[in-house]
Nanobody, 120 residues
Framework: QVQLVESGGGLVQAGGSLRLSCAAS????????MGWFRQAPGKEREFVAS????????YYQNSVKGRFTISGDNAKNTVYLQMNSLKPEDTAVYYC?????????????WGQGTQVTVSS
């Protein structure tokens, strides 16, 4: 089992920054990839960014490239999402997720989410 706890959400003005954290506990050594997803009101949950624990390879949704940065601290079992130049359309509940691998890739564990609200 892997437990995930997100923090760092809040209210920020457009153009501002926030850093989300996701602390993982449990069988974290078995986690292959960590990801951030978000879900805005009335919309489906969407992929934001991911990072492989081994090698640190990252992927981003096109709309956040150049503005968001995902990083991980293996010693702390924590993944971060640095969000800069925030826009009102970034408003959503942000979820952290852990993947044990597999093809096709799937995420096996999810946090409870943290609200990010960007005002115009």
């Amino acid at each position: 089992q892997v437990q995930l706890v997100e923090s760092g959400g809040g209210l920020v003005q457009a153009g501002g920054s926030l850093r989300l954290s996701c602390a993982a506990s449990g069988r974290t050594f078995s986690s292959y990839r960590m990801g951030w997803f978000r879900q805005a009101p009335g919309k489906e949950r969407e992929f934001v960014a991911s990072i492989r624990w081994s090698g640190g390879i990252t992927y981003y949704q096109n709309s956040v490239k150049g503005r968001f940065t995902i990083s991980g601290d293996n010693a702390k079992n924590t993944v971060y999402l640095q969000m800069n130049s925030l826009k009102p359309e970034d408003t959503a509940v942000y979820y952290c997720a852990a993947s044990l691998g597999g093809v096709p890739l799937k995420y096996d564990y999810w946090g409870q989410g943290t609200q990010v609200t960007v005002s115009s």
